[in-house]
């Protein structure tokens, strides 16, 4: 018995207890700067992983959208951008950076110019598509529902 419970202890100790997927796009997908702000004390919390940092991006490029200053806007948004883009470049096959990458290329004003790899992280992403976990595959899915650039018909 003692041994069940020392193996069980030490296996324990090495899992990252990390932000679960629908809790990160539940705040990134809101318009709340406190959910967002939140989401953002949580990750600086955990353990810094790739993916926490490419989240921890795409929650500040999204933030920036509730600044007052346009200056504070556009410094805001290309942290979290760098952030997210210095994790790409580590991952470039990475299909949620991707798609983390696109819903931000999606939704930010044109006059930022961040959107030259939408057609690449599409391609990206529909052909990791079926390789996704389930809980992955539903939140594309479900974006796929009210965006303009990534149709659901070529996710199979």
């Known amino acids: 018995m003692k041994s069940i419970v020392l193996i069980l202890a030490f296996t ?3 899992l990252n207890f990390s932000i679960e997927k629908s809790t990160f796009y ?3 997908s809101s318009n709340s ?3 967002l702000d939140k989401m953002i004390q949580q990750l600086e919390k955990e353990k810094k992983t790739s993916l926490n940092l490419a989240y921890k991006g795409a929650l500040i490029a999204k933030k920036a959208a509730f600044k007052k200053k ?4 556009i410094n805001l948004f290309k942290s979290g951008v760098t952030l997210l883009e210095t994790e790409i470049s580590k991952f470039p096959k990475e ?3 991707r798609f983390l990458r696109l819903t931000i290329q999606e939704n930010c004003p044109k006059i930022l110019k961040y959107n030259k790899n939408i057609e690449e992280d599409i391609d990206v992403i529909t052909k990791g598509y079926p390789h ?3 809980p992955l595959k539903k939140i594309i899915l479900d974006y796929t529902k009210h965006s303009k650039l990534l149709n659901s018909n070529k996710l199979k």
């Open 12 to 14: 324990f100790s090495f």
């Open 132 to 134: 996704l976990n389930k």
């Open 95 to 97: 299909v949620e950076y």
């Open 70 to 73: 346009v200056a504070d806007k």
């Open 33 to 35: 700067v406190e959910k």
């Open 26 to 28: 539940d705040a990134l």
